[in-house]
């Protein structure tokens, strides 16, 4: 056999690590190609993106002043939050699903509408007149901030179906469930937060929307940090476990997002992506999930929306959580993160596996 020359070796060595490299290129090149498109401003207003993958954070990059340490708005999306609340105060039962809130909304003990179940409330189904997806209105939230005494405002919404019948998307009904878990447990709404899910999390900050009459608002507008936004889509990734604490039962995170309410609308459809194909998107107890196909992906997303761009989200199909922070604010453009997760991040978690 002939003897390989040290220059022989030279080029040898130099091959493999061209080999390697462009290995390694091809990985974080779909990386590298997101931060120049968001930067770009075809996405704009897009404030932040974090990724995690089998627990571990694959993509952190923030965009328009914003970092790892500051504080967004979560808008509505605050209400999955307030959902993991709700299946907190029912593993300690202080309410349960079918209680009628005429029970615990003492103002309503003798009215129509106390027969209302914590149930409508969680589904959006409570028949109160109020209505902000679909601008059929009234908009109760808009018209409550004009207000100053936003508890009279909510004590005063009419009723308009029959509890239970019919979905419309409104703040009204998880600030009513924010004040039951408070009356019940005998603590402010930040206080039970604060002792039963974010300090577990190591969740420090959470700058709360106050009512004028100092409840917290479980409906949404508070700030956090979009690293503990991650922390609350993990922890419903691993149904409801949490470094080995049981934070809220398995068994309400699968009653929570089941998600069988078609809704009528289509997240991706709105995100204004070509050649997708859409369906309804569904609701659950403050959490959605929708189908998403595009060429050759197919799989579904459960997540939290706010108006703007707020997103947690979970992709079972990956072992994935995903948060996207945004500032497109009442307007089409907060849908962009799933033009987004279906070109770039889907992608990028295909080549992870």
């Known amino acids: 056999m002939k003897k390989l020359t040290s220059l022989t070796y030279f080029f040898l060595i130099i091959l493999t690590l061209s080999v390697s490299c462009k290995g390694q290129e091809s990985t974080d090149g779909g990386i590298d190609d997101l ?15 974090i990724v995690a993958k089998n627990g571990k954070t694959i993509i952190e990059e923030y965009f328009n002043g914003f970092n790892k340490n500051k504080l967004h708005e979560t808008r509505s999306s605050f209400k999955s939050i ?39 409330l969680l589904e959006m189904r409570s028949g109160l007149a109020c209505e902000q997806f679909f601008d ?6 808009s018209e409550m901030y004009e207000s100053d005494d936003w508890l009279n405002y909510l004590l005063n919404i009419p009723q308009r179906y029959k509890p239970g019948t019919k979905w419309e998307y409104s703040s009204m009904e998880p600030d009513l469930v924010g004040m039951i878990i408070s009356r019940t447990s005998n603590k402010t709404l930040m206080d039970f937060a604060d002792e039963y899910l974010f300090k577990p999390l190591g969740i420090e900050e959470c700058q709360w929307e106050i009512t004028p009459d ?25 149904k409801g476990l949490w470094k080995g604490q049981q934070i809220v039962s398995s068994n309400w995170i699968q009653e929570s997002t089941n998600c069988d309410i078609k809704i009528g609308m289509s997240f991706l ?27 050759e992906i197919e799989t579904e997303v459960l997540f939290a929306s706010g108006n703007g761009g707020q997103y947690m989200m979970v992709l079972e199909d990956y072992d994935a959580t995903i948060v996207f922070t945004g500032s497109n604010y009442g307007n089409w453009r907060g849908k962009l993160p799933f033009d987004i997760l279906l070109k770039y991040l889907i992608p990028i978690l295909e080549n992870k596996q």
């Open 82 to 120: 307030t959902s993991l609340l709700a299946g907190i105060a029912i593993d300690q039962n202080l309410f349960d699903l079918d209680d009628e809130i005429g029970e615990f909304i003492n103002e309503w003990s003798k009215d129509s509408r106390g027969k209302i179940r914590i149930k409508d």
């Open 214 to 238: 100092g409840r917290g608002y479980a409906a949404g507008s508070s700030y956090m940090k979009p690293r503990d936004m991650l922390k609350i889509a993990q922890l419903v990734a691993n």
């Open 136 to 141: 059929k209105g009234p908009d109760c939230e």
């Open 35 to 49: 931060r120049k498109i968001i930067t770009s401003g075809k996405y704009p207003k897009v404030d932040g993106i």
């Open 269 to 295: 459809y709105w995100s204004g992506i070509e050649n997708a194909i859409t369906t309804s998107a569904k609701y659950g107890d403050y959490w959605y999930r929708e189908v998403l196909q595009y060429k």
